[in-house]
């Protein structure tokens, strides 16, 4: 069956299931396969839970005619995502970088929000499946459209680009993670600089925080470049206050406010300079800019303040790599506390130079004082320190409980894989 033919289906039936546990009724599945596991296995039982029809590209033995053959099933579900893109003729915003994107992306769309019909990635759903999931979501009313784009290797945000068809880019940041796939910092910006290269290709419009000097070389040749930062640009903004959250004083059309976040970490100045950048290139009033930011509260285990009875808690356990670590370890220093603590889990995905980049993170921990330092897991088990290791997260959580801490601060971080959000569980 060829894409036009299949799309004719999908705007019968335009809600995607790719995982026959959690089928929604007149769905097409999509039998995806992966190192663990074949969908193909499921396309009747996908049938009998109620889906319209199953994609699948190995032998099914059913004469039924809601099985459709293809030769690939993620191939077609991207070639599926990238002809319902070439329906719109709005603005496709792509965010991608090494840190900040989902903040960046959240505060991006919820602006937009305001004043646009407004589609964008929900969650994390950031890779070669979730970003033409996320395009299939696009209904027909939309008005402008916020893509996230993760990416651990060369040539993925090239794949991307190819079915998103993005208009508009932004790369956050270029810093030190996924290392393991990129090879350097240098494969870095190679890699995220192919949203980029894209954009330059068509025509595009790029916004970039000028205050980096690797992205105004990246930005190079590109058509239209916004910029904002702290010294120039569409927006310009610098700290008025990094805790315990973030508030920002903004120029905009020569006009000065203050933007109080509920974001912590002054390492989001950036974030928010971008979001009040797109806005105002929107033609988003600045009203609703102000309240679009200034009422957004980061979920998801991204830069969280809790409290819990005398506790302060950061919670910042989606992700961790070199930079944000350092920017994390960095801004909780900063923060006036008799009793500050640091649960740190240990960085994934870098490769032969993680135990030097853990060997780094030691090294700053130690031109601070602290009440306790607790590092957790990987290869903090494998560098040179003084500081309390502990195995797990489950294990830092039951030393939490029987400590009983008063009146102290805590900051939580740590790569996904070790799920450090359990220590408060």
């Known amino acids: 069956m060829n894409i036009e033919a299949l799309y004719k289906i999908f705007l019968v039936h335009p809600l995607i299931s790719t995982d026959s546990r959690t089928i929604q009724k007149d769905s097409i599945f999509f039998a995806l396969k992966g190192e663990n596991f074949n969908g193909n296995l499921f396309a009747k039982d996908a049938l009998d839970k109620g889906a319209a029809y199953s994609v699948v590209d190995e032998f099914v033995d059913s004469n039924d005619e809601r099985i459709i053959q293809v030769e690939n099933v993620l191939e077609t579900l991207q070639q599926l995502a990238k002809h319902h893109r070439q329906q719109f003729t709005i603005p496709f915003i792509a965010i991608t970088g090494s840190n900040g994107k989902t903040t960046t992306k959240e505060l991006v769309s919820t602006v ?36 996230e784009m993760g990416a651990n290797h060369q040539k993925e945000i090239e794949s991307y680009c190819s079915y998103t068809l993005p208009t508009h880019g ?14 350097s910092e240098e494969g870095i910006r190679k890699g995220k600089g192919e949203l980029f290269d894209f954009l330059r290709q068509h025509k595009g419009c790029a916004f970039i925080f000028n205050d980096y000097a690797y992205l105004q070389t990246m930005s ?10 702290t010294h120039k640009g569409l927006v310009k903004g610098n700290l008025a206050k990094s805790t315990p959250f973030v508030s920002v004083n903004i120029c905009v059309n020569k006009e000065e406010i203050t933007l109080h976040t509920q974001l912590v970490g002054a390492y989001n100045l950036p974030n928010i300079l971008c979001a009040v950048a797109v806005g105002v290139y929107c033609n988003v009033p600045v009203e609703k800019i102000k309240c679009a930011i200034e009422s957004y509260t980061p979920s998801n ?125």
């Not at 964008?120 to 009313?141: A, R």
């Not at 956050?172 to 290392?179: D, P, R």
């Not at 190079?220 to 930062?229: D, N, P, R």
């Open 112 to 147: 937009l929000a305001t004043h646009y019909i407004t589609y964008t990635t929900q969650g994390n759903l950031n890779n070669h499946i979730g970003v033409p999931l996320t395009l299939l979501s696009i209904k027909k009313d939309a008005q402008i459209a916020v893509i």
């Open 170 to 183: 932004i790369i956050t940041n270029c810093g030190k993670a996924h290392l393991e796939g990129f090879g």
């Open 220 to 229: 190079k040749g590109i058509e239209q470049v916004i910029e904002y930062g």
């Open 301 to 425: 285990s991204r830069s969280q303040l809790l409290t819990k009875e005398t506790n302060h808690f950061i919670l910042d356990a989606y992700n961790a790599n070199p930079s944000s670590m350092k920017a994390a370890i960095e801004n909780f220093a900063n923060i006036q506390a008799d009793n500050k603590i640091l649960i740190l889990g240990a960085m994934m995905e870098l490769g032969a130079e993680s135990i030097k980049e853990h060997q780094n993170i030691v090294t700053l921990l130690e031109q601070y004082t602290w009440t306790n330092v607790i590092l957790t897991g990987g290869d903090f088990a494998k560098v040179k320190h003084h500081y309390t290791y502990m195995n797990n997260a489950e294990t830092v959580g039951l030393w939490l409980k029987e400590n009983q801490f008063q009146h102290t601060y805590f900051l939580i971080k740590g790569s996904r894989s070790f799920q450090m959000e359990k220590v408060l569980q």
